[in-house]
């Protein structure tokens, strides 16, 4: 079955620390990955998203990924972590499933960010 | 512009209560969708609207009534709620939601959500 694992639940690092959070999938195609960031109380904003070719991506707020096909993996990358990065990430596969597509999350992580 | 609204923010209703949660995009999707949030969970897909029809339905009681008035809008009209209900309940919306293998297309644009309490 198609899953989507965060193995660390929190993390916390210090201001201008660098930051790697970690996303396993398992999926039999070609996944659609995603990587969305949410505040307390907030929605989900999308960070980057990978769907093919370059297998190193740019996102919004200074974050990158990298999709690795052979470790099954799409880790997010900061080089450097500012205060206002502490929130919940969630790593996401698409997958066409019943005629449609769905979002599979991970359980997420909590990234807290120490001054 | 990749922005979706939601009304209320915040909502508290007993269990006998109906109300009902919106959501707006003029972003000319296609696909609309509900997701249901509990603390410290990812969000659950409940619904999904392709063109203004509903597409998939999560099992999900139906106490919970979605409704897509035009491609725009998407409600959520809730009635009979159970405490447990109580939840962040964000809409998403994407281009279209049957894939056409292009992937941007259904890459999904989420909304600040409602956070609901039911009493």
């Known amino acids: 079955a198609q899953s989507v694992t965060q193995p660390d639940i929190h993390i916390t690092v210090s201001e201008g620390a660098s930051l790697e959070l970690r996303c396993n999938y398992s999926y039999g195609a070609t996944p659609y990955l995603f990587w969305y960031v949410q505040s307390p109380g907030q929605g989900l904003q999308l960070l980057l998203k990978?769907?093919?070719?370059?297998?190193l991506v740019q996102g919004i707020k200074g974050f990158e990924a990298e999709f690795k096909r052979s470790q099954s993996s799409f880790n997010l990358r900061k080089p450097s972590v500012h205060w206002s990065d502490a929130a919940e990430y969630f790593c996401a596969v698409g997958l066409f499933s019943g005629g449609y597509n769905k979002l599979i999350f991970g359980a997420g992580t909590r990234l807290a960010v120490h001054p | 512009d990749t922005e979706v609204t939601q009304t209320p923010k915040h909502l508290v209703m007993g269990m006998t209560n109906k109300k009902s949660l919106k959501c707006e995009q003029h972003m000319g999707h296609r696909a609309m969708y509900w997701y249901k949030q509990k603390a410290k969970k990812p969000p659950e897909l409940m619904f999904v609207y392709s063109y203004e029809k509903l597409s998939i339905n999560e099992s999900v009681p139906s106490r919970f009534s979605p409704e897509c008035p035009n491609s725009s809008l998407l409600n959520l009209h809730l009635h009979a709620l159970q405490p447990e209900d109580s939840a962040l309940y964000l809409c998403?919306?994407?281009?279209?939601?049957?894939?056409?293998?292009?992937?941007?297309?259904?890459?999904?644009?989420f909304g600040p959500g409602t956070r609901l309490l039911v009493l």
């Open positions: 990978y769907f093919s070719g370059d297998t």
């Open positions: 998403a919306s994407s281009q279209e939601a049957s894939g056409r293998g292009l992937g941007f297309q259904e890459t999904q644009y």
